[in-house]
C-alpha cells in the first residue's frame, strides 16, 4: 500500500537497483556467487527507511563496485521478504555465495552503515588496492573514534588476508582503544610468524608493553606531586613519562623523559633512554613527536 505523494525511488546505474520478487533469484541469489549482494527491504511509509536509504546508498557507492545494493520495496514485493523473515523495516541482509551471512534492522549511524558495508565488501577478497582501501576504511573509523566499527573491519580483512600486518596492528589497535589491553595482546599473540617484526606490529607491541607498565605508575596527580617537591624524583619522572604516553599525551612523556636524561643519562641503567625508544616505537616512524624528540635526544648524546 503505497501513500498519497510518497515518492519510490528510481532504478539507478551501477550496483545499485531497485529488485522485485520476479528479479530476486538473479539479481541476488546468483549475484551474490561473484559480488557481495546487501539487500535493503523498504517501504515508501516507512520514515526510518527514509533516512537509512541514502545513507547505504552512499556507502555503497564508497565502495567502488565492490558491492552491490538492491533495494526491495516489501509492499509490492511481499514474497521473499516474508521467506526471510522480514517483521519490520528498514531491514537489511547482506548475501555472500546465495545466502544471507548478515544484517541488521532499523537505521543505524553513518559509522556503523559504512563498517557493515566495509565489512561485506570484503568477503569477496580485493582485486588490486582493494584490501588497502578496505584498511583506510577502518583506520579512518578508528580516528573517528568507531573503534568497535573499526574492529569489525579489521577482523573481516583478516578473513579474506590472514597476513595483513597493518589489518593486524589495526585490530589490536582498535581493541586497545576499547581498552581491552589482554584481547589486544591475545590477538597480537595470533599473529603468523612471519609478519611479526612488520614494524606496524612492533609499534602496537611497544604501546602494549607500555600500557601495562603504565598501570603500575600511580595517579597523574601524585606523581606530578612528587616532582614538585623534589624535581630529582627520577622515578617520579619516569612513571610519570610513561602514564602520560598512556593517556595519549606522547609529547610531553617526551618532554619529561628527555629532562631526565638530561638530569641523569645513566640513571637506572640508562632508563630515560631506553624509555625514550619505547616510545619512539610505539609512534609512526615519521610522526614530528619522534622526528623532534630523537633530535634532541642525539644532540644531547654528542654534545
Known amino acids: 500500500m503505497e501513500l498519497l505523494g510518497a515518492k519510490t525511488p528510481t532504478p539507478q546505474a551501477g550496483n545499485i537497483i531497485d529488485g522485485t520478487d520476479a528479479t530476486f533469484m538473479a539479481e541476488v541469489v546468483e549475484a551474490s556467487m561473484t559480488i557481495p549482494v546487501i539487500v535493503d527491504f523498504w517501504a515508501p511509509w516507512c520514515g526510518p527507511c527514509k533516512t537509512l536509504g541514502p545513507a547505504i546508498e552512499a556507502a555503497v557507492t564508497k565502495a567502488d563496485g565492490r558491492v552491490k545494493l538492491v533495494k526491495i520495496d516489501v509492499d509490492a514485493n511481499p514474497s521473499y521478504s516474508g521467506q526471510l523473515q522480514v517483521q519490520s523495516i528498514p531491514t537489511v541482509y547482506a548475501f555472500w555465495q546465495g545466502k544471507p551471512v548478515d544484517g541488521f534492522q532499523g537505521a543505524l549511524p553513518g559509522s556503523e552503515i559504512d563498517a557493515f558495508v566495509e565489512k561485506t565488501a570484503a568477503l569477496a577478497g580485493e582485486p588490486d588496492n582493494g584490501l588497502a582501501d578496505a584498511i583506510a576504511a577502518a583506520q579512518e573509523m578508528l580516528d573517528e573514534g568507531a ?136 609512534l609512526p616512524a615519521k610522526d614530528p613527536i619522534v622526528l623532534t624528540g630523537r633530535r634532541k635526544l642525539s644532540s644531547m648524546i654528542f654534545a
Not at 619522572?237 to 609529547?251: P, V
Not at 612523556?253 to 631526565?260: E, F, K, P
Open 147 to 282: 573503534a568497535a566499527d573499526a574492529a569489525e573491519t579489521f577482523a573481516a580483512i583478516l578473513q579474506e588476508d590472514p597476513n595483513s600486518a597493518p589489518a593486524y596492528a589495526g585490530l589490536v589497535s582498535a581493541h586497545l582503544a576499547l581498552d581491552d589491553v589482554d584481547q589486544a595482546e591475545a590477538i597480537l599473540n595470533g599473529a603468523p610468524a612471519g609478519i611479526s617484526t612488520d614494524p606496524a606490529l612492533e609499534a602496537v607491541a611497544a604501546r602494549i608493553t607500555l600500557l601495562r607498565e603504565a598501570a603500575n605508575t600511580g595517579p597523574l596527580a601524585e606523581l606530578e606531586e612528587r616532582i614538585a617537591a623534589d624535581e630529582n624524583d627520577h622515578q617520579a619522572r619516569l612513571d610519570l613519562a610513561t602514564a602520560l604516553h598512556a593517556k595519549g599525551r606522547s609529547q610531553e612523556a617526551v618532554d619529561h623523559l628527555l629532562d631526565l636524561f638530561r638530569r641523569d643519562r645513566e640513571w637506572n641503567d640508562g632508563a630515560a633512554k631506553t624509555q625514550l625508544f619505547k616510545v619512539f616505537d610505539a
